[in-house]
């Protein structure tokens, strides 16, 4: 049984009301995913410059969410949205425990693209994947676990829709699912950048695909960077240096 909480370098994620716990999936989409963001269409105040806005889709426990605003040094409104009740009390719970301006919807993201007219720099998700496949008898894990509730084209069609004309679009997916989610994008007018080919350990085959996407028709055609990222080691437990570098700002230790 995974424990109710993980504690991390500088926050702590409650998950005992949440289907989907901590994982390596969402740690990875939280390192990897840009938060350089373009400066032209950055909100102003006061004459200040205000930081990014970033969308988190499927939040879960915010885990990905918290990360980010991490990773600004709290400088970003970062807004999660989530379809489950429970998954969302716990997850405002846990950005609240936080310094940072995080705030939780819960909604579908299909309901709350069609009722807010707000943009994002950044929009990241770390979604369901599992299609047409054998379902747990828990409702809420269904939901978090396969596209029923939320297909890559509601996905691809709502990240459109909210992401800024310079903003980036991040995912996390099966390697398998990769040319399928990429062509799905590209209808939706997005365009890849870059991508981060995630393999377990030397030898494996790859397992994750990290993808970020921009808006295609406020970007010329350039060539997609393809990348790789080794997560252990040939021994169990041991990770890779440039794995405990990415994370080494969140983990207690490796």
């Not at 989530?82 to 846990?94: S, Y």
């Not at 007018?189 to 790859?206: A, C, D, W």
Request: hydrophobic share 40%.
């Amino acid at each position: 049984m995974p424990n109710d909480f993980f504690s991390f370098k500088h926050f702590t994620i409650h998950q005992d009301r949440c289907a989907m716990k901590v994982g390596t999936d969402g740690v990875l989409l939280g390192v990897l995913a840009p938060v350089v963001i373009g400066e032209s269409d950055l909100p102003m105040a006061e004459n200040q410059e205000l930081g990014p806005k970033i969308l988190d889709i499927g939040t879960g426990t915010a885990l990905v969410a918290i990360m980010l605003a991490q990773r600004c040094s709290g400088g970003a409104k970062v807004v999660g949205v989530e379809i489950d009740a429970d998954a969302a009390r716990q997850a405002q719970e846990n950005a609240d425990a936080t310094n940072w301006d995080i705030q939780i919807f819960n909604d579908s993201i299909q309901s709350f693209a069609e009722n807010t007219e707000e943009e994002f720099n950044l929009i990241v998700s770390n979604p369901p994947y599992f299609i047409n496949s054998l379902k747990a008898p828990e409702k809420n894990r269904n939901t978090a676990r396969h596209t029923d509730e939320l297909s890559f084209q509601d996905l691809a069609h709502c990240a459109s829709k909210l992401l800024s004309a310079d903003g980036k679009f991040s995912v996390i997916i099966p390697y398998s699912s990769e040319n399928e989610f990429i062509n799905i994008a590209e209808k939706e007018k997005l365009q890849v950048e870059t991508i981060v080919h995630v393999i377990p350990k030397p030898g494996k085959e790859i397992k994750r695909s990290v993808i970020t996407f921009c808006k295609c028709e406020n970007k010329n055609v350039c060539n997609i960077n393809v990348t790789q990222l080794l997560i252990e080691t040939e021994n169990r437990h041991c990770y890779s240096d440039e794995f405990k570098s990415l994370t080494a700002d969140f983990y207690l230790k490796h």
